[in-house]
């Protein structure tokens, strides 16, 4: 299996400009995860979805940030407009849930942000 | 609260050596699952062990093992025989189950940076 595939690996926009990022899950896998890490604020959770359905956005930092799931095989996450403080790593990680807290989730390998 | 804690920011070890990098957790929910990532400077985020609250004994992967004290919390992770290549910042982090399933985002620890020396 490929892994979980981000899309673009490296972005630099400038402010006020229209982000979008991309993720690809692992085929078989129903939940998707998009991170973010910065180095103040560590990893933090954005949103989930469970069978394409958003189950929690609470982690998405202002209505700035929307992230939609069309189907089993791809996710977006997108930032309009943008700001300097948006500056970060983006991560996708998908998972195969199973009732209970057991199942890792698999990452992408993040997609590198840079607003200017 | 803070749910996962790391309190080493930064450690250097000596190649050979084994390594403990600590992790307590805090969470009132009694199914709850504890994972260790490692992530080198390349960026990538890399599952390394997991550990259930229900599991009796603790878990081990190769050269990590993870030391699970569930009354005090604690996570430890273990690596034994450290080399160059697990020169890396180490996450906890922790997934709380909610009630009707389905997998939920985990909460992350701020990280351990670890130097394998020479």
């Known amino acids: 299996d490929a892994g979980v595939i981000q899309s673009p690996r490296h972005e630099v926009t400038e402010m006020g400009q229209e982000v979008t990022l991309r993720c690809k899950p692992i085929s078989g896998h129903n939940s998707l995860f998009w991170y973010r890490q910065t180095m103040m604020r560590g990893l933090e959770l954005l949103i989930y979805?469970?069978?394409?359905?958003?189950?929690?956005d609470s982690g998405m930092p202002e209505d700035r940030f929307s992230a939609k799931m069309p189907n089993a095989s791809f996710s977006t996450l997108k930032i309009q407009p943008s700001e300097p403080r948006d500056s970060a790593v983006y991560f996708c990680?998908?998972?195969?849930?199973?009732?209970?807290?057991?199942?890792?989730?698999?990452f992408g390998q993040g997609t590198r942000l840079t607003v200017v | 609260a803070q749910k996962i804690t790391q309190t080493q920011p930064g450690m250097f070890v000596q190649e050979k050596e084994a390594v403990t990098l600590d992790c307590t957790y805090d969470t009132s929910d009694p199914s709850y699952g504890l994972f260790w990532y490692k992530q080198p400077s390349s960026g990538e985020m890399i599952f390394l062990i997991y550990?259930?609250?229900?599991?009796?004994q603790n878990a081990t992967e190769g050269r990590y093992s993870l030391n699970f004290q569930k009354a005090r919390k604690s996570a430890n992770l273990v690596i034994s025989a450290s080399q160059l290549g697990d020169s890396a910042m180490y996450f906890c982090?922790?997934?709380?189950?909610?009630?009707?399933?389905?997998?939920?985002?985990?909460?992350f620890g701020k990280g351990t940076h670890l130097i394998i020396q020479p």
């Open positions: 550990q259930g609250s229900y599991d009796q």
């Open positions: 982090a922790m997934r709380d189950r909610h009630s009707g399933g389905g997998a939920d985002g985990l909460t």
């Open positions: 990680a998908s998972s195969h849930f199973l009732t209970g807290a057991g199942t890792e989730a698999f």
């Open positions: 979805f469970n069978n394409n359905v958003p189950i929690d």
